[in-house]
Nanobody, 122 residues
Framework: VQLQASGGGLVQAGGSLRLSCAAS????????MGWFRQAPGKEREFVAA????????FYADSVKGRFTISRDNAKNTVWLTMNVLKPEDTAVYYC????????????????WGQGTQVTVSS
């Protein structure tokens, strides 16, 4: 499956953004979907993941309660809604998919979008 992320931008601390990831070329509903982020000089880290039908969601402790992952298999899209953004949320955000179950390691995901920049100013 091919993935394309969008929706990043510049926002002030405390603000909100909604990232989108559109899938094509595969059976989207068979993919466990995740969002990762990578800040300059840091390793790519897990942000959130959602199961095939969207019943189960998983979050990194750093975003729990502020970010929400969701999906619509009819639209082949997964979203990451980010609220109460902090400067430390600044990073390039990537959507990713895998055919297996839940995983929070980037190496476990086989399909990746191109990334979208999120910058949170203080």
């Amino acid at each position: 499956v091919q993935l394309q992320a969008s929706g990043g931008g510049l926002v002030q601390a405390g603000g909100s953004l909604r990232l989108s990831c559109a899938a094509s070329g595969g059976t989207f509903a068979s993919y466990f979907m995740g969002w990762f982020r990578q800040a300059p000089g840091k390793e790519r880290e897990f942000v959130a993941a959602i199961s095939w039908r969207g019943i189960s969601t998983f979050y990194a402790d750093s975003v729990k309660g502020r970010f929400t992952i969701s999906r619509d298999n009819a639209k082949n899209t997964v979203w990451l809604t980010m609220n109460v953004l902090k400067p430390e949320d600044t990073a390039v955000y990537y959507c990713a998919g895998r055919s297996g179950g839940m995983a929070d390691s980037p190496e476990a995901y086989s399909s990746w979008g191109q990334g979208t920049q999120v910058t949170v100013s203080s």
